[in-house]
């Protein structure tokens, strides 16, 4: 029920926050939780309801104050910043390209090696293998790149990269992204790694999501699953906030080719 400790330039979400902030005057509910309890007796649940509805009141007033909507709207539009720029710098390199081929990658490690992957690791990995794009045969005709490192308690770090090609030249891109998943997993990473092609037909079947792998300006479905790619590659990621060392980044792109 602690408050973890940050940076100073990190905050948790608010309302993970405030719901904190509001369960810690619920006496009778952390000490049975402190004694890890099997169940309760009647009288004791009673007061763990009673405690819960007046934190649950408390929760309520206190996000709908000024101050914290303020807070709130303050952390969207710093997650707004990131998606606007990222629209732009798709929109120009659709300006370029007739046609954008699109990887879509989960650059991740295998369970057996997870716990000994850091983000200090985890991010020269991650440089290390968009180096690749200057000389690797399978970067041939990129053009562009997006990247975000996330986090979670079963897959540990993991990276969500999008890469474009100059799709008037490079086609094929679900096989594409299935061998630069393989550079990653098999020889990159020395066979620590592991990785889930977003690119994969059956992905939209299985897992409702919108499938990319090639947009062009006047195909309207193409330009919606690229917008959904955007979206879910800036979205805010709370659990690898707490975990960003000194003023590291969590997500990065490219310059457009050719500008400095």
């Known amino acids: 029920m602690q408050t973890p400790h940050l940076n100073e330039r990190l905050q948790l979400n608010p309302h993970l926050t405030k719901l904190i902030d509001c369960l810690s005057d619920c006496d009778t509910l952390l000490a049975w939780i402190g004694d890890k309890p099997i169940s309760v007796q009647p009288k004791q649940a009673r007061e763990i309801l009673s405690e819960l509805n007046a934190a649950l009141d408390k929760f309520r007033a206190v996000t709908s104050d000024d101050a914290?909507?303020?807070e709130v709207a303050n952390q969207k539009r710093a997650s707004e910043r990131k998606r606007l720029g990222f629209t732009r710098y798709a929109d120009k390199l659709l300006?370029?390209?007739?046609r954008?081929?699109?990887v879509r990658l989960d650059l991740g490690y295998q369970p057996n090696h997870r716990d000994a992957i850091n983000f200090e690791?985890?991010?020269r990995h991650r440089e290390a293998y968009l180096a690749l794009r200057h000389s690797?045969?399978?970067f041939a005709q990129w053009v562009g790149y997006a990247w975000a490192v996330k986090y979670g308690p079963v897959k540990g770090y993991h990276t969500n990269l999008l890469l474009f090609f100059d799709g008037t030249v490079r086609q094929e891109d679900a096989k594409l992204a299935l061998s630069?998943?393989?550079l990653w997993a098999d020889k990159f990473v020395e066979d620590q790694g592991t990785y889930f092609s977003c690119s994969r037909t059956d992905i939209e079947e299985?897992?409702?999501?919108r499938v990319v792998d090639a947009v062009s300006i006047d195909d309207s479905r193409s330009m919606e699953g690229l917008c959904?790619?955007?979206n879910s590659l800036t979205k805010t990621d709370d659990l690898v906030r707490l975990r960003l060392p000194g003023n590291e980044l969590s997500f990065g792109r490219g310059k457009l080719r050719g500008t400095s």
């Open 136 to 138: 690797h045969q399978l």
């Open 206 to 209: 299985r897992y409702h999501a």
């Open 180 to 182: 630069l998943g393989e």
């Open 95 to 98: 300006s370029k390209y007739e």
């Open 100 to 102: 954008l081929g699109v």
């Open 68 to 70: 914290f909507l303020k």
């Open 121 to 123: 690791k985890a991010k």
């Open 228 to 230: 959904h790619a955007i």
